[in-house]
């Protein structure tokens, strides 16, 4: 079973506002990920990392930043919400060693709400 | 030009109706398919990893197969418990790691 954890699981705040959404893992996955999915729809990625001290931007343009300081840490942050950014966020882990190992786990969501 | 298309978007079925959803996709090489159960407004719970043709994997009413262009995850005498979207994702051979995921599959199961 997976052990993928993302804080808050729900958040409203008003625009302008500077929020990060924290996701841990305690597999020692070396690669994580951040998907956003608004409802009914498919998972757009919009950031992930292969290891500590890499991140690569996704193919959904994203006014979002993360970091990669500790392999369990992945937290992504929002420096100034928009009503745009309304959406679920999704966190993943991978152990990507090999074939057998490429499975993405996710975490259980946090769902933004900027007002 | 979708990698991953999923069909049908939704399925309405009774209880102990049997039927499958299928997932179809375009790489050139195939790593590695995956199902994923969603639940409304939580994260995709894995279900199964799927690597060769004619590989099949079984968990409690869900079995799903794998040919060279398409996945079938067939639902045996469904209850309204396995009422979920199911999400198929494919991941290509000798490319990122990263899987492209299909829209899902929508299944409402009626008592």
């Known amino acids: 079973e997976a052990d993928i954890y993302q804080t808050p699981r729900y958040l409203v705040i008003g625009t302008g506002k500077k929020i990060t959404l924290e996701c841990s893992q305690t597999m020692g996955h070396d690669k994580m990920y951040w998907y956003q999915q608004d409802p009914g729809m498919e998972l757009h990625l919009i950031h992930y990392s292969y290891g500590v001290n890499s991140t690569e931007k996704g193919d959904l343009s994203s006014e979002s930043t993360v970091s990669r300081i500790r392999t369990e840490h992945f937290p992504l942050t929002l420096e100034s919400a928009r009503p745009s950014h309304t959406s679920q966020y999704l966190c993943?882990?991978?152990?990507?060693?090999?074939?057998?190992?490429?499975?993405?786990?996710f975490g259980p969501g946090t769902r933004l709400t900027v007002l | 030009e979708d990698q991953v298309t999923q069909s049908p978007e939704a399925l309405r079925l009774q209880e102990g109706e049997s039927s499958s959803l299928n997932c179809s996709y375009t790489v050139s090489g195939l790593r590695g398919l995956f199902w994923y159960r969603q639940d409304p407004g939580k994260g995709p719970e894995f279900l199964f990893t799927?690597?060769?043709a004619g590989e099949e994997k079984e968990k409690e009413r869900l079995k799903a197969t794998l040919t060279k262009k398409e996945s079938f995850l067939h639902i045996t005498a469904p209850k309204p418990e396995d009422s979920a979207t199911y999400l198929c994702?494919?991941?290509?051979?000798?490319?990122?790691?990263?899987?492209?995921f299909g829209r899902g599959t929508s299944l409402i199961v009626h008592p």
């Open positions: 993943a882990s991978q152990n990507g060693q090999g074939v057998g190992e490429d499975t993405q786990y």
């Open positions: 799927l690597y060769s």
């Open positions: 994702a494919v991941q290509e051979a000798g490319g990122s790691y990263i899987p492209t």
